[in-house]
């Protein structure tokens, strides 16, 4: 009986043990997820930066490679310098010599204040 009762005892130290043992593994187990999923976030927002990032540069090598063609170099200086190369023809508008129309003024309608006893007047009678 005394055997049986150790063997009893000593069942309830191993599983208490087991347990306690599970507990702390559950534990552990809580911890490393809740670390994978702020990871996975931190790994999802990188990723968009990078794209992000990816795309400026294009954007830019885009610009840079535009702004030292030949395409740009013939725009600015035939756009915005008005330079004409050897052959060009020139053509100058003339101002015109007549006299500058006088401009038609449209008045806008002022909204005048009215009376709350003229509002229901005009509900009521339909004026």
């Known amino acids: 009986m005394q055997r049986l009762k150790q063997i009893y005892t000593d069942k309830r130290v191993?599983?208490?043990v087991v347990f306690v043992v599970f507990i702390f593994l559950m534990m552990d187990l809580n911890t490393?997820?809740?670390?994978?999923?702020?990871?996975?976030?931190?790994?999802?927002?990188?990723?968009?930066d990078v794209?992000?990032?990816?795309?400026?540069?294009?954007?830019?090598?885009?610009?840079?490679?535009?702004?030292?063609s030949e395409v740009a170099v013939e725009e600015w200086a035939r756009?915005?310098?008005r330079l004409a190369q050897p052959g060009d023809q020139i053509i100058i508008p003339k101002?015109?010599?007549?006299?500058?129309?006088?401009?038609?003024i449209v008045e806008t309608p002022?909204?005048?204040?009215v009376q709350k006893w003229e509002v229901w007047k005009a509900l009521f009678f339909n004026e």
């Open 14 to 16: 191993i599983i208490l």
């Open 95 to 104: 101002e015109s010599g007549g006299v500058t129309p006088t401009p038609v």
């Open 110 to 113: 002022v909204a005048r204040d």
């Open 32 to 48: 490393r997820l809740s670390d994978l999923r702020r990871l996975s976030i931190q790994r999802d927002q990188m990723q968009t």
């Open 51 to 68: 794209y992000q990032l990816e795309e400026t540069k294009a954007s830019l090598m885009k610009q840079l490679a535009y702004a030292t």
């Open 79 to 81: 756009v915005y310098n």
